[in-house]
């Protein structure tokens, strides 16, 4: 087989792999956004369809607008955005001033306590989470 041969070859395998990932990748949220606007009825068909017969948007306008049991949606999200901001800005102080220390002050132990706070950070959060 020749170099030309060989390249276009692979050039289709590669090909053919990264549309397969697309569509892994891609399928999970777009069945979200199908599901979301679907009715009860279009979900629960069989055979499944990925394209709702009667798409409704109103449940997405419930949740903007104020419709229904989502109306309490808009407050609940500005105080999400304010505890995470607060939450965001301490932690931000905190880690400078921590940030710092390390840095420019000597002190005893230093170097052990900056390697377990470093290690910490390469354990996954529910390794710490769990002994809790």
Request: hydrophobic share 55%.
């Amino acid at each position: 087989m020749g170099l030309r041969r060989r390249r276009i070859v692979r050039s289709i395998i590669i090909g053919v792999f990264s549309v397969l990932l697309a569509f892994l990748l891609l399928a999970p949220p777009a069945w979200l956004f199908i599901s979301s606007i679907a009715d009860l009825k279009d979900l629960l068909r069989i055979p499944l369809r990925w394209i709702p017969e009667n798409p409704s948007f109103s449940r997405y306008a419930g949740i903007l607008f104020g419709q229904g049991p989502e109306s309490e949606f808009r407050k609940i999200m500005a105080n999400s955005l304010y505890v995470a901001a607060f939450v965001t800005v301490i932690c931000v102080a905190l880690g400078v001033l921590a940030a710092y220390a390390f840095s420019r002050l000597r002190f005893p132990g230093k170097d052990r306590v900056l390697f377990i706070l470093l290690f910490s950070y390469m354990l996954p959060p529910i390794a710490v989470i769990i002994p809790l």
